[in-house]
C-alpha cells in the first residue's frame, strides 16, 4: 500500500479547497443560509408541524443533504477531471499507485470536504431553528456514507466527462431535481399515493429518510432500507470505478 | 541477501512490444530493444514515429497491444509498483498546476511516488535546476523555460534510477538547452539511465552514447552513436590549389574527386569507416599523389556529416 501517495493526493486536494475557502465554504453555507431565511423563517412558521416537527427544523437534514450531494459530486467530479483537462493526470498514471489508492485520496479528501461542509451547515441551522438530535452517532454515519458514496459517484462523473458541460450536466440536470423531489422540504406523506409510489424510485428519497431518522426519529422510509439503499449504491459506485480502472476507460488508450 | 533483478547490466528490456490503437493505427510494431544501465539513449524518429507511444508504454500510460517490458527486471504490468518507482518521466507538453507554487508540485510528485518527505533533497533538486528562488512561486506565472523545468524538478524528485525526456528541448532557449544538457551529464554521471526523444539531432549527437531510429512504428536501427557515425557518416575533404586546374590528371581518377569550376577547388568526398584502409586511397594517399602529380595545394579542410544527415537517409531509405 503506498500510503505515501493517498496522503500526497488528499494533501493536494485538501490544500485546494484551503485555497478555495470562500467558494468552497462560503457559497453553500450562504446559500443554504438564504433556505433557512425563506422556507425556515419565512414561510416555515406559516406551516403546521410535520410528524411532531417543526417545519423549519423539519427541512435541516434535507437541506444538509442537498448540499452534500452536490458538493460531494461537484468536488470529486473537478478533481479527477481537471487533471484530465490539463494533461496532468499523466503523473497520477505513471505513479506507483493502485486505482484503489488513487481513489482513497481524492474521494477521501471530497468526501472530507463535504461532511465538514455538512456539519458547517447544521451549525448555521442551529442558529435559525432550535434542533434536538436523537441520534447524532447515525447522523454522523449518514453523514460520511453519503459523502463517500457520492464523492465516489463525483469521481464516476469526472472521469466520464469530456467536456465542462458534461461535468455540470448530472449534478444539475439529475441530482439537484431529484433532491428536490426527494422529500428535501416535505413529507412523503404530503403527496396523493400515486405520486408517494413514483418517489419510491427517487434513491435520494432514501437518503433524507434515513438522514431524517437520525434526527427525529421517524422517517418515511424504514432506516434499514435506507441504510441498505445507500450501501448498494456505494457498491455499484465501486464496482464501476473498478471497471474504469480495469479497462482504463477515458484514463489510458 | 537475496539476488533482485535490478541487478542485469540492462536496465529496460523491451520485447515483441506492439501497439494497435482502438482506431487501427499501429503505432508500434514489434519494438525490441534493451536500454543500459547508466547510458544516455536518444531514440530518433520523424512525428508520429511512435517515439512517444513507446515512452508511454513503458511509463504506464498505454496499454500495449502486444510484447512485454521489463524496467530493472519488473515487469511493467505484473510488477508495476516496483517498475514505475524507478522511472521519471519529463513530457512533451507542459502538463501542470497552474495554481500550485513550485514547491508544492514538487513535494506532491515525491509522495505519489511513494518516498516521505524529503525537503533537503527537493532543495537540491530545486537549486540544481535555478529554480530555488521560484520556489514559492505560482507555476502559472512562470515562463515556458521554467515550467520545462519544473516538469524536469518532479520527474526527479523521487530519486528516479530511470529518466524518460520527451522532446526536452522543445520551445526552450539555447541557454536552458545548454544547462538541460549539463544538467543530463551531471545525472548520468550520477547513475542515472536516460533516455530522450528529440526532433534536434544536434541533441543526440552532443549527448546520447547509444541512438536508435524509429519509424513507422518500427525500430529501425540501434547503434552506438559513434559506431553509427563511423558506419555511416562521411567526410568530405576540401584541398585549395595555388593555381587552377584545368583537368584532373588521370593519376587521381581512382579518388572520385571533384573539380570546381574555376579549377581551384578539390573535393574528395569518402566513407568513415574507410579510415585506416590500406587501399591508398586515404587522405595520406590522396595528399601523396597530389604531390606525385606536382599540384601545390595552400590550404585545406574536412567536413564530417552530422547525425542529421545520417537520419534523413536512414528514415528515407524506409519503403
Known sequence: ?253 | MIATPGASSSVITVSGLGKTYATGHVALKDVCLEIRRGEIFALLGPNGAGKTTLISVICGLVNATAGKVEVAGYDIVADYRAARSRIGLVPQELTTDSFESVWATVSFSRGLFGRKANPAYIEKVLRSLSLWDKKDARIMTLSGGMKRRVLIAKALSHEPEVLFLDEPSAGVDVELRRDMWRLVRELRDEGVTIILTTHYLEEAEEMADRVGVIAKGELILVEEKATLMRKLGKKQLTVELTAPLVALPQALADFGLALSDDGIRLTYTYATNREGDDDGLSIAGLLAALSSEGIAFKDLHTEQSSLEDIFVSLVRREP
Open chain 1, 1 to 253: 500500500m503506498n500510503l505515501q501517495a493517498i496522503a500526497a493526493i488528499y494533501g493536494f486536494e485538501m490544500n485546494r479547497t484551503r485555497r478555495t475557502l470562500g467558494q468552497s465554504v462560503v457559497s453553500p453555507v450562504l446559500s443554504t443560509s438564504l433556505y433557512f431565511v425563506v422556507f425556515g423563517s419565512a414561510i416555515g412558521p406559516r406551516m403546521a408541524e410535520v410528524g411532531g416537527v417543526a417545519y423549519g427544523a423539519f427541512i435541516v437534514p434535507g437541506l444538509m443533504m442537498l448540499t452534500l450531494l452536490t458538493q460531494s459530486i461537484s468536488n470529486a467530479a473537478f478533481a479527477i477531471y481537471f487533471p484530465r483537462f490539463t494533461g496532468t493526470i499523466y503523473e497520477l498514471l505513471s505513479a506507483p499507485v493502485s486505482p484503489f489508492e488513487i481513489v482513497a485520496g481524492y474521494v477521501g479528501a471530497a468526501a472530507t470536504k463535504s461532511t465538514v461542509l455538512g456539519l458547517i451547515i447544521l451549525a448555521t441551522a442551529s442558529l435559525f431553528v432550535p434542533l434536538e438530535i436523537r441520534h447524532p452517532f447515525w447522523v454522523l454515519g449518514f453523514l460520511v456514507l453519503t459523502a463517500v458514496t457520492f464523492s465516489l459517484f463525483g469521481f464516476i462523473i469526472g472521469i466520464w466527462a469530456d467536456g465542462f458541460e458534461r461535468l455540470q450536466l448530472i449534478p444539475m440536470l439529475v441530482i439537484t431535481p431529484l433532491t428536490f423531489l426527494g422529500g428535501t422540504f416535505y413529507s412523503l406523506d404530503m403527496l396523493p399515493p400515486v405520486w408517494r409510489t413514483v418517489t419510491l424510485f427517487n434513491p435520494v428519497v432514501y437518503l433524507v429518510s434515513g438522514f431524517r431518522w437520525s434526527f427525529f426519529g421517524h422517517s418515511d422510509v424504514r432506516v434499514e432500507v435506507s441504510f441498505a439503499m445507500t450501501l448498494a449504491f456505494l457498491i455499484v459506485c465501486l464496482f464501476t470505478v473498478r471497471w474504469m480502472f480495469r479497462t482504463g476507460y477515458r484514463l489510458k488508450s
